[in-house]
């Protein structure tokens, strides 16, 4: 089995990147992905200019990393493009600034509740507002709405 491999290595390189490919189809990780296909492209490479196990690995080793690069090169850069559409996702608070609601309860020094939807939020305001008047949440700070009076 061994002379086999060794008058063949471009079978090796060959089957090693179908294995690792067909691992990550099973994973689906994209850990194997790469070193599959630079297993491939140098089983390729060797078909075409023999070269020593040495180079050989070499080869491999450095395809792997290129590979690799290139793909957090091209992943991070689609990353950095693209603007979630649920980027307030789960936070609640941040959903509704910019949102105008009326006031329920008298505001005393500067602090009290207001209903938004099914909740009740605490809320902070630089004036004292009476019950009846409208606002705008214009910022979140921990649990608590900050409104202004519009």
Same mark, same amino acid.
């Given at each position: 089995?061994?002379?086999?491999?060794?008058?063949?290595?471009?079978?090796? $390189?060959?089957?090693?990147?179908?294995?690792?490919?067909?691992?990550?189809?099973?994973?689906?990780?994209?850990?194997?992905?790469?070193?599959?296909?630079?297993?491939?492209?140098?089983?390729?490479?060797?078909?075409?200019?023999?070269?020593?196990?040495?180079?050989?690995?070499?080869?491999?080793?450095?395809?792997?990393?290129?590979?690799?690069?290139?793909? $957090?090169? $091209?992943?991070?850069?689609?990353?950095?493009?693209?603007?979630?559409?649920?980027?307030?996702?789960?936070?609640?608070?941040?959903?509704?600034?910019?949102?105008?609601?009326?006031?329920?309860?008298?505001?005393?020094?500067?602090?009290?509740?207001?209903?938004?939807?099914?909740?009740?939020?605490?809320?902070?305001?630089?004036?004292?507002?009476?019950?009846?008047?409208?606002?705008?949440?214009?910022?979140?700070?921990?649990?608590?709405?900050?409104?202004?009076?519009?």
């Amino acid at each position: 089995m061994i002379e086999l491999i060794v008058a063949h290595p471009h079978a090796f $390189w060959l089957s090693l990147g179908g294995l690792l490919l067909a691992a990550e189809m099973l994973g689906g990780n994209g850990y194997l992905l790469w070193s599959g296909v630079a297993a491939v492209i140098t089983g390729l490479l060797v078909w075409l200019i023999p070269l020593d196990w040495a180079w050989q690995g070499a080869l491999f080793a450095v395809l792997t990393l290129v590979a690799a690069w290139l793909w $957090w090169r $091209w992943l991070s850069t689609r990353v950095k493009a693209q603007k979630p559409v649920d980027a307030h996702l789960n936070q609640r608070g941040q959903q509704i600034v910019g949102k105008r609601f009326t006031l329920d309860t008298t505001l005393v020094n500067g602090r009290g509740h207001m209903r938004v939807g099914d909740s009740s939020w605490p809320v902070v305001a630089d004036d004292d507002l009476s019950a009846g008047t409208r606002v705008e949440v214009i910022a979140v700070e921990g649990i608590t709405l900050r409104v202004k009076a519009c």
